[in-house]
């Protein structure tokens, strides 16, 4: 059975970068016929796709954040990671990495997420 | 502002049925297939229909989805109470180049 579990800080100084890995089990992260992503949800908001990376292809991230985010998957831990640089407070949000179904744009399972505040 | 444009909320009593819209445009809905989410409070967003109108393994038949154009909907039958939660669909924006989301529908079962 597949399984998403997000790590990483939960709370982070303003300007400084969120740092946060979602281990999978259950299934190759090298797959190629799934992207894996994150998406972040602002207390009380929307889900907002952060990135999705795919293992040897292209990676697609979020106009809105593309200039301050990296989404990388490592092959031989079964992982893949954010970084977000330069956070202020509209990046407290509970984040979530999910499988991503390439071409019919699903996304399932997700990890359980993790609340990441950002505060001095 | 979310690309995909959803009713902020609505409600429905117990055994009704209940449908969510989602709008779109040419680029996103227009071209792409449609998922919904559900999202109990408290809890992890759970995929409720993909490909506009399959439903994953558990999923019980009073869900089911369709898309039309630039839109589509999400058909809730027999309501219960445990079907109270937020609702968003989501696609693939081709001029975004990235998966995007309605702004969410809080479904009460009143």
């Known amino acids: 059975q597949l399984q998403l579990q997000e790590s990483g800080s939960g709370l982070v100084k303003p300007s400084e970068t969120l740092s946060l890995t979602c281990a999978v089990s259950g299934d190759f992260i090298g797959n190629n016929d799934y992207g894996w992503g994150w998406i972040r949800q602002p207390p009380g908001k929307g889900l907002e796709c952060i990135g999705i990376a795919h293992y040897g292809r292209a990676t697609y991230y979020a106009p809105s954040l593309r200039s301050r985010v990296t989404i990388s998957v490592d092959t031989s831990k079964n992982q893949f990671s954010l970084k977000l640089t330069s956070v202020t407070a509209a990046d407290t949000a509970m984040y979530y990495c999910a499988r991503h179904k390439s071409q019919v744009d699903w996304f399932d399972p997700w990890g359980q997420g993790t609340l990441v505040s950002v505060s001095s | 502002q979310s690309v995909l444009t959803q009713p902020p909320s609505m409600s429905a009593a117990p055994g009704q049925k209940v449908t969510i819209s989602c709008s779109g445009g040419k680029f996103d809905i227009g071209k792409k297939y449609v998922s919904w989410y559900q999202q109990v409070p408290g809890t992890v967003p759970k995929l409720l229909i993909y490909?506009?109108?399959k439903r994953p393994s558990g999923i019980p038949d009073r869900f089911s989805g369709s898309k039309s154009g630039t839109s589509a909907t999400l058909d809730i039958t027999g309501l219960q109470p445990g079907d109270e939660a937020d609702y968003y669909c989501?696609?693939?924006?081709?001029?975004?180049?990235?998966?995007?989301f309605g702004g969410g529908t809080k479904l009460t079962v009143l």
């Open positions: 989501g696609t693939w924006d081709t001029s975004l180049s990235i998966a995007v």
């Open positions: 490909e506009n109108d």
